[in-house]
């Protein structure tokens, strides 16, 4: 197998036979550049792009359209049955709650990429919380240093798992599953006999989800800034790619995908005007996700990420640590489940000895996998994150202005993740008929 990994497989940056090499691969002087017929057949305009459309749907690769198409799906039931599920308040709420596990579900999106499974992530947010409320609240450590130390720990604990899991070889479920019974009981034992620790008015914890930027130009201010970023993005790749004598996306793609993101940029900044303001907790989300697409997408170490999880020993002969890769991996999951931690204790108005159970680290999952993240390794995107927790949380929203048991929620969310699992095999098994994997 060549050093590189198929991108069919889902890597962003792998050189398969037949496409163009990443981002900042440098060509041979003088070699004819490798062409990637999924940007050549763009530049034909719409024709083009209808074309490249029936491929990706005969190959399996149908990308972020079901959860897409779900989600409008979703938004026009409730909508019909409750008026106020699109209401600016509604709509506001949902930015708030999806923040916590979203965050939780970027470290998951993490792991999935390699292949391997995270059980631990509840008890380890519940951990993270325990650690923030004893420290900043009980014994009255500066409230930011407290913060800093809960991450920290969850740091620690998810690379304590990676170091079990890749230079002892205990299998990651099993690591995990003996982590998800530990925390659960380091958390207890830290909370103490009383059991809860509430979060006190105007800390830092309690501002994670109570803060609003209320000014109209905060929310504006960020969909002027993203809109004018991505069309910045787009247009670097453009340029890098034509001076690598590269297949490019036309100027006329670049405008419509700038357009369709400046609509749902200033429509959402709109609706959330129309409530209380831009919540800092779906700012500081949308900046996890920023960072972590960044580094999996345009890194060397994100290329790594893919590789190790499309073929482990391929990666090992091509001189990749896998063992790094896998630590760090873990360590990435436990630190952002134990920040995800303390928005859960930011909405719950504290820290408890059962925050992080419940269906905690099913959401965590489901949110990745309904996403578009496969279970079986090498594929998916960080944005996965954001739109699973989007449809788990709308149809709990949904569910809750109709008045519905937690039960039929439950029920319900399972159906979805069992389609979306579905829809993850039907796919790969396509594109293996395709002798596309």
Same mark, same amino acid.
């Given at each position: 197998m060549s050093d590189t990994v198929d991108k069919e497989r889902g890597t962003e940056t792998a050189n398969p036979e037949g496409a163009a090499p990443a981002d900042g691969d440098a060509v041979a002087p003088g070699a004819a550049p490798v062409v990637d017929p999924r940007l050549l057949v763009r530049e034909q305009g719409f024709a083009g792009y209808l074309t490249d459309f029936k491929r990706r749907v005969r190959g399996g690769e149908l990308g972020s359209l079901p959860v897409i198409l779900g989600l409008i799906i979703i938004a026009v039931?409730?909508?019909? *049955?409750?008026?106020?599920?699109?209401?600016?308040?509604?709509?506001?709420?949902?930015? &708030?709650?999806?923040?916590?596990?979203?965050?939780?579900?970027?470290?998951?999106?993490?792991?999935?990429? *390699?292949?391997?499974?995270?059980?631990?992530?509840? /008890?380890?947010?519940?951990?993270?919380? =325990? #650690?923030?409320?004893?420290?900043?609240?009980?014994?009255?450590?500066?409230?930011? *240093?407290?913060? &800093?130390?809960?991450?920290?720990?969850?740091?620690?604990? @998810?690379?304590?798992?990676?170091?079990?899991?890749?230079?002892?070889? &205990?299998?990651?479920?099993?690591?995990?599953?003996?982590?998800?019974?530990?925390? /659960?009981?380091?958390? !207890?034992?830290?909370?103490?006999?009383?059991? /809860?620790?509430?979060?006190?008015?105007?800390?830092?914890?309690?501002?994670?989800?109570?803060?609003?930027?209320?000014?109209?130009?905060?929310?504006?201010?960020?969909?002027?800034?993203? #809109?004018?970023?991505?069309?910045? +993005?787009?247009?670097?790749? =453009?340029?890098? $790619?034509? %001076?690598?004598?590269?297949?490019?996306?036309?100027?006329?793609?670049?405008?419509?995908?700038?357009?369709?993101?400046?609509?749902?940029?200033?429509? +959402?900044?709109?609706?959330?005007?129309?409530? $209380?303001?831009?919540?800092?907790?779906?700012?500081?989300?949308?900046?996890?996700?920023?960072?972590?697409?960044?580094?999996?997408?345009?890194?060397?170490? @994100?290329?790594?990420?893919?590789?190790?999880?499309?073929? +482990?020993?391929?990666?090992? $002969?091509?001189?990749?640590? #896998?063992?790094?890769?896998?630590?760090?991996?873990?360590?990435? =999951?436990?630190?952002?489940?134990?920040?995800?931690?303390?928005?859960? =204790?930011?909405?719950?108005?504290? +820290?408890?000895? /059962? *925050? @992080?159970?419940?269906?905690?680290?099913?959401?965590? !999952? %489901?949110?990745?996998?309904?996403?578009?993240?496969?279970?079986?390794?090498?594929? @998916?995107?960080?944005?996965?994150?954001?739109?699973? !927790?989007?449809?788990?949380?709308?149809?709990?929203?949904?569910?809750?202005?109709?008045?519905?048991?937690?039960?039929?929620?439950?029920?319900?969310?399972?159906?979805?993740?069992?389609?979306?699992?579905?829809?993850?095999?039907?796919?790969?098994?396509?594109?293996?008929? %395709?002798?596309?994997?």
């Amino acid at each position: 197998m060549s050093d590189t990994v198929d991108k069919e497989r889902g890597t962003e940056t792998a050189n398969p036979e037949g496409a163009a090499p990443a981002d900042g691969d440098a060509v041979a002087p003088g070699a004819a550049p490798v062409v990637d017929p999924r940007l050549l057949v763009r530049e034909q305009g719409f024709a083009g792009y209808l074309t490249d459309f029936k491929r990706r749907v005969r190959g399996g690769e149908l990308g972020s359209l079901p959860v897409i198409l779900g989600l409008i799906i979703i938004a026009v039931i409730f909508q019909s *049955l409750n008026e106020n599920f699109l209401s600016a308040g509604s709509v506001s709420d949902i930015g &708030v709650y999806i923040a916590g596990t979203g965050i939780m579900a970027t470290g998951i999106v993490f792991v999935l990429l *390699l292949g391997e499974i995270d059980l631990s992530v509840g /008890s380890v947010a519940g951990v993270g919380a =325990a #650690v923030w409320a004893v420290l900043s609240v009980t014994n009255g450590v500066n409230d930011w *240093l407290s913060v &800093v130390i809960a991450i920290f720990a969850g740091l620690v604990i @998810g690379t304590l798992h990676g170091f079990f899991f890749a230079r002892v070889g &205990v299998p990651a479920f099993v690591v995990t599953l003996a982590g998800f019974l530990g925390w /659960s009981g380091l958390q !207890i034992w830290l909370m103490g006999s009383e059991g /809860s620790i509430n979060t006190p008015e105007g800390s830092v914890v309690e501002d994670l989800t109570g803060y609003y930027f209320e000014d109209i130009a905060a929310a504006y201010g960020l969909a002027v800034v993203s #809109v004018l970023a991505y069309a910045a +993005a787009l247009l670097v790749d =453009a340029k890098r $790619r034509r %001076a690598a004598r590269l297949p490019s996306r036309p100027v006329s793609e670049i405008v419509v995908r700038t357009a369709v993101m400046a609509v749902v940029a200033f429509v +959402a900044a709109y609706v959330l005007n129309q409530s $209380r303001g831009l919540p800092l907790a779906l700012v500081i989300f949308l900046a996890v996700l920023v960072i972590a697409d960044f580094a999996v997408r345009r890194t060397t170490y @994100g290329r790594q990420i893919f590789a190790v999880g499309g073929n +482990a020993e391929a990666a090992r $002969r091509a001189g990749i640590n #896998v063992e790094w890769v896998r630590i760090s991996v873990f360590g990435i =999951a436990g630190m952002l489940a134990a920040f995800g931690g303390l928005f859960i =204790a930011s909405l719950s108005g504290g +820290a408890t000895k /059962s *925050l @992080g159970a419940g269906n905690t680290l099913m959401n965590v !999952i %489901a949110a990745a996998v309904i996403g578009g993240t496969s279970l079986f390794g090498g594929r @998916g995107k960080i944005w996965s994150a954001l739109l699973g !927790i989007l449809v788990i949380q709308s149809i709990q929203q949904g569910l809750n202005l109709l008045g519905m048991a937690s039960e039929i929620q439950y029920m319900i969310t399972g159906a979805v993740l069992l389609a979306a699992v579905v829809i993850d095999s039907v796919s790969r098994r396509t594109q293996k008929t %395709a002798g596309r994997t």
